[in-house]
């Protein structure tokens, strides 16, 4: 981000022109992006009043956006003192007439102070304790909270004073939008997987050190594991630098057919419905995306906080234990899991420096080596699960048309004179 708000385009619409609405998502992975992106092609599919969409922020997911007609992007400075008349002055050059948020608290409450109705989207209401209150925008407009597995009492207890709480399913799109398959639909077939997906988010998080740590670990050993299983095609996308993704690729012991490169949203859904078997950093909105096309997944170890809950969440839906663990001597979940009653932040820094210092540490191919077989056995547990959808189906897959709803509610709602 930029030390000033700067605009990517001078293309500014008169009051009586379509409404404008902002979009932000938060600057942590793809995640917040791809749930904007099912947005903007919900409201695509109802009526609704001629919208005119500008972006604030959301730097990392920009290029996943890039099928919508965005008609700006705006950086937003660096320190958090200049965030409000940032967005202040944003929102009058803009003509600014509501905003749709996901996970960023700090510019959704910017947003507010600054007068403009913002529905937020919080797609990780478990993981929140009374240490991460004052980081939530509580008094949004519509706060949109997506379904889960479990909530934990602590995470209602915060919800609980949300000034307009909402549950809404899971905020998530398909390639085409496809009709759902049925419950029950086994996608593998019993056939051996030949073509797999290798996906990782989470990589460009705000206090992440070394980006490169966790792959270097978990890219090789999920290849050989790959190779191991039969698969003789593995694509690798996901947030982490280009030229690293190549010199991670060990031609020693990756499938015949290995290729690496960031996908768009629609570009990821498709490859995504075209694989036999995904193996993923367990965020959230993929592991819905996934089961939403029935593609078998295998949840690699997990790199943040929530990711400890998505893992589970996913093995307990689908009832086969599909997620892959750090050896001990890297990180305890539970000890991870405690820290949470001060704060994610709390929580974050214990993991990511776990996972650093193994990146690092002299036995760090023994990590890899323990990494590998834990994907392999998860490959061969995979072949007993009846219903890939299973998560997905719990929490239901009507989120992005809820929120699109939701917005056009705020709209519909006369300005204050």
Not at 218 to 223: G, I, K, R, S, T
Not at 305 to 334: C, M, T
């Amino acid at each position: 981000m930029s030390s000033d708000l700067t605009a990517h385009s001078d293309n500014h619409l008169s009051q009586s022109g379509p409404a404008t609405v902002a979009l932000v998502g938060a600057e942590f992975g793809w995640g917040s992006s791809g749930k904007l992106s099912a947005v903007l092609s919900a409201l695509r599919e109802r009526p609704a009043p001629p919208l005119r969409f500008v972006g604030l922020a959301s730097g990392l997911g920009r290029p996943l956006l890039a099928e919508h007609a965005v008609d700006a992007w705006h950086d937003l400075p660096d320190d958090p003192g200049r965030l409000a008349p940032a967005v202040r002055e944003f929102v009058r050059s803009q003509g600014v007439r509501a905003a749709v948020v996901v996970l960023d608290g700090a510019a959704a409450a910017a947003l507010l102070a600054a007068g403009v109705p913002t529905v937020f989207v919080d797609s990780l209401p478990f993981l929140w304790s009374e240490g991460d209150r004052a980081a939530l925008p509580l008094d949004a407009t519509v706060y949109c909270a997506q379904k889960s597995v479990e909530l934990p009492p602590e995470c209602l207890d915060v919800l609980a004073d949300a000034r307009a709480l909402r549950w809404v399913e899971a905020v998530i799109a398909g390639p085409r939008a496809p009709e759902p398959a049925p419950a029950g639909a086994r996608r593998s077939t019993g056939r051996p997987y030949r073509r797999a997906l290798v996906s990782l988010g989470g990589l460009r998080a705000p206090k992440l050190g070394d980006p490169g740590h966790y792959p270097s670990l978990v890219v090789p050993a999920a290849l050989e594991a790959l190779a191991a299983h039969g698969v003789e095609e593995v694509h690798i996308a996901g947030n982490l630098p280009a030229d690293l993704a190549g010199r991670l690729v060990d031609a020693s012991i990756a499938p015949p057919r290995t290729t690496t490169g960031a996908l768009g949203h629609g570009a990821f859904l498709e490859r995504l419905a075209d694989s036999d078997v995904l193996l993923t950093s367990p965020g959230l909105t993929t592991l819905l995306e996934a089961g939403g096309l029935r593609v078998p997944t295998v949840c690699l170890p997990p790199q943040n906080l929530s990711q400890i809950f998505n893992g589970r969440y996913h093995s307990q839906a689908l009832g086969a234990p599909l997620r892959v663990l750090w050896p001990k001597d890297v990180l305890v979940e539970d000890g991870a899991l405690a820290l949470r009653s001060e704060g994610e932040d709390n929580a974050l820094e214990l993991i990511y420096d776990s996972i650093g210092r193994a990146a690092v540490g002299d036995d760090h191919r023994a990590v890899r080596t323990a990494l590998r077989d834990g994907v392999l056995a998860a490959l061969h547990r995979s072949t007993g699960v009846d219903d890939w959808g299973a998560l997905t189906t719990t929490i239901g897959t009507g989120g992005a048309a809820q929120v699109a709803d939701a917005l056009l509610g705020v709209l519909s709602t006369p300005e204050p004179s």
